[in-house]
């Protein structure tokens, strides 16, 4: 019987302690997994941060285990925070647009670190900030022995050259670098030995030039005339001291001489030749003859290089006298005017063969002269020549 009754109490107790521990595993769980109490301190209070004002946070309340439901638990106060990061040295960001910065405790110096304030001071320009910097800055100081003046704007010293730059080098002639300009050259021209043909008369023709002399000054000679029938129809030579009175132009004096048919005359000469602008060249003659007898030319051509080897060049001439001189059939005023076109091909600089035509009109008393020697007015020359200079 003892043993029967032993185990009838044994298996009536088991459910009982089963129905218990049930009963009190809920409320064990939410007490397991509970924060902890705020009233613990926090280890870093954002809060604190100068411009970096957070919102206060607060803890959410939680329910401790009990035996009545009904009683509301107490909410935790925040607690002070045990690190500020305002007395953190060396972050000091109150440049930062849109953070005010928060007011620095009395006696507080560690709100900025050294040598890490990027905020402007004020009154501070550029210029000065830029030195500041540079000076404050290990090793950019002068060398020593080293002045570091201003690099522009100052004058050389007294010194630093010789008053006519020659540094003490001596002058004296050097072979081979003598002055061209003032030796003594010469050059001669045939411009043009040529043969004609005309339509009542053929014959030959000549036109040369020659200097000797510098550039200011020169011995120039000149002579033209033509043969025709087999004798001299007409000719000149001139002899002229050239000076140089400006860029590319000289004044001239000199003697005329002509002959050929009819007397000779002898004529004092003076006159100006050059190059003009664009190229052209340019002589402008007068004379003076015995029993008051004047005379004129004007002359101008022009060389128009089609290539470098074959050229076109125009020529014209005028010829004025101021009394007739019928021994030399040769009237008043304008006498004659010429025109001629020639083509030439330098196969040298200094030798060139050349084709081309030639117009000549006698004006006045001298076409009436002509005339009376059934000689043309107007007559048209084919030509054909060579051009050579030494």
Not at 66 to 71: P, T
Not at 242 to 254: P, R
């Amino acid at each position: 019987m003892t043993t029967d009754h032993r185990r009838t109490s044994r298996a009536w107790c088991r459910p009982v302690w089963l129905t218990a521990l049930l009963l009190a595993l809920p409320q064990a769980v939410p007490a397991q997994t509970a924060p902890a109490p705020s009233s613990s301190t926090s280890t870093m209070d954002m809060g604190a941060m100068p411009g970096m004002a957070m919102p206060a946070t607060t803890t959410k309340p939680t329910k401790t285990p009990g035996k009545k439901a009904g009683k509301k638990p107490a909410t935790a106060k925040p607690a002070a925070s045990s690190h500020d990061m305002h007395a953190m040295p060396g972050m000091a960001h109150g440049a930062v647009s849109g953070m005010p910065p928060a007011p620095a405790a009395p006696g507080d110096t560690s709100g900025s670190m050294q040598g890490m304030d990027h905020s402007a001071k004020p009154g501070m320009q550029h210029e000065e900030a830029a030195h500041a910097m540079h000076g404050g800055m290990p090793g950019m100081q002068a060398m020593p022995g080293m002045p570091m003046g201003p690099m522009q704007g100052s004058r050389a010293p007294p010194d630093a050259r010789s008053p006519d730059y020659s540094d003490g080098v001596g002058y004296g002639d050097m072979a081979g670098m003598e002055r061209h300009d003032a030796r003594p050259l010469g050059m001669l021209l045939i411009d043009q030995l040529e043969a004609f043909h005309g339509r009542d008369a053929n014959g030959q023709a000549w036109e040369a030039q020659g200097w000797y002399g510098s550039d200011t000054n020169k011995l120039w000679v000149r002579t033209e005339g033509e043969r025709s029938g087999g004798r001299l129809e007409d000719g000149d030579v001139e002899a002229f001291w050239s000076h140089a009175v400006a860029a590319f132009w000289d004044s001239q004096f000199g003697v005329r001489q002509d002959f050929g048919a009819g007397p000779e005359r002898t004529w004092a000469a003076f006159g100006v030749q050059g190059l003009a602008p664009y190229w052209f060249e340019l002589e402008a003659t007068g004379y003076i003859g015995a029993n008051g007898r004047t005379a004129a030319r004007l002359r101008a051509d022009y060389e128009l290089l089609l290539t470098q080897r074959l050229i076109l060049q125009p020529e014209a001439e005028v010829n004025l006298y101021g009394r007739d001189d019928p021994q030399r059939r040769i009237g008043s005023g304008v006498s004659d005017v010429q025109f001629g076109l020639r083509l030439r091909y330098e196969f040298h600089r200094q030798f060139a063969p050349y084709i081309g035509v030639n117009w000549i009109r006698r004006i006045g008393t001298t076409a009436d002269y002509a005339r009376q020697d059934h000689q043309p007015v107007i007559d048209r020359q084919i030509v054909a020549g060579v051009r050579i200079w030494f």
